[in-house]
């Protein structure tokens, strides 16, 4: 998975995660790949968890 970069030595932001809910069935959860390509039907359910981006300048800072 990638992570957002940071930048001016800023930490990396957190990784996101995307997953497939067939018919929208929690149960048979699937999660994908970052960069995919897939086909959807009517019920199927694509849930999208983004996180913040990267740091911005030294933590110690």
């Known amino acids: 998975m990638s992570q ?3 930048l001016a030595g ?8 995307n ?3 067939p018919g929208g ?4 959860a699937e999660r994908l790949a970052d ?4 086909d959807l ?3 199927d359910v694509l849930r999208m ?3 913040g981006g990267g740091g911005w300048g030294s933590p110690d800072a």
Do not use: F, M
């Open 4 to 6: 957002p970069w940071g």
């Open 10 to 17: 800023g930490a990396p932001g957190a990784v996101g995660e």
């Open 19 to 21: 997953w497939l809910l």
């Open 25 to 28: 069935d929690e149960s048979r």
């Open 35 to 38: 960069k995919c390509t897939i």
């Open 41 to 43: 039907r009517a019920g």
């Open 49 to 51: 968890l983004t996180p």
